[in-house]
């Protein structure tokens, strides 16, 4: 029975094909990519890489045409084009007789959540339920992976600067969302289901600069700026605009405290606790 991961060639599909291979070196794998040229490593390994383009509807069933069990993760796209684009793969998935759709969601999608990208999963969840497909949901914590960017400017200047107030977040690794993932696609008795998928504990950006402290073996001190001020920093840095719309979104709602529940789903389906942001920061390059 083939499992098919869509975005294998992006950060997270692609640890989720590790974790396939690595839980189950015999099973079935495909991965349909938009360019299979970036994906030659994985041909290479005996996976079965198909091209495949949310935007082509019809090469989109072709390239999971066989597919018992199909992964469908979200990407980068304005909001509308996204939302039309999760529609298509989804109705791709029925028209290819895929027998169950695994989606990565988002924790907390609300359509009026202060993150853009929230109503995308909003809409792409409401779809599938009534889609009549049988599916299981994802919903994908905020990624530890992203405080890298703020804590290599904080080793240099000793501030760990960012938009978050005193909003706390159950940040998780991208590498544990694989895990768990991983362990949904390969198991049974997960249909209709929906899993939060969160770190173990919700920290704010003054632990998250402790704990970046107690790596570095200096003071680090969180200094919160304004979110208008990020905003404009992205926007110079040259992000489109619907990305500097998401990401000033997204912390809003971080300071909000939307992000701030913890599940202990990760555990349970991995089968090892979801690791701690010193766990994280441990095993990051020094």
Known sequence: MTILVTGANGQLGRLVVDA??????????????RDAAKAADLAARGIDVRQGDFDAPDDLARSFAGAATVLIVSGDAPVKLRIRQHRAAVDAALTAGVERIVYTSFVDPRPDSAFPFAAIHADTEDYLRASGSTFTILRNG?????????????????????????????????????EATAAVLLGDGHAGKTYELTGPAAVD?????????????RPI???????????????AAGLP??????????????????????????????????????????????
């Open 20 to 33: 396939l291979t690595r839980r189950s070196p015999a099973a079935a794998l495909a991965v349909s990519v």
């Open 142 to 178: 905020v990624y530890a992976d992203n405080l890298m960017g703020f804590v290599g400017r904080a080793l240099a200047s000793g501030r760990l600067a960012a938009p978050a107030g005193d909003g706390r977040v159950a940040f998780v690794s991208r590498a544990d969302l694989a």
């Open 205 to 217: 950006y003054h632990e998250v600069a402790a704990a970046v402290a107690r790596r570095a073996g």
């Open 221 to 235: 001190e969180y200094a919160p700026i304004p979110n208008q001020a990020f905003a404009d920093g992205l926007t």
């Open 241 to 286: 605009p619907f990305m500097v719309a998401a990401l000033s979104g997204l912390f809003q709602a971080m300071s909000a405290g939307d992000y701030a529940a913890v599940s202990a789903d990760i555990a349970t389906l991995a089968g090892r606790p979801a690791e701690s942001i010193d766990a994280f920061l441990a095993r990051m390059p020094a």
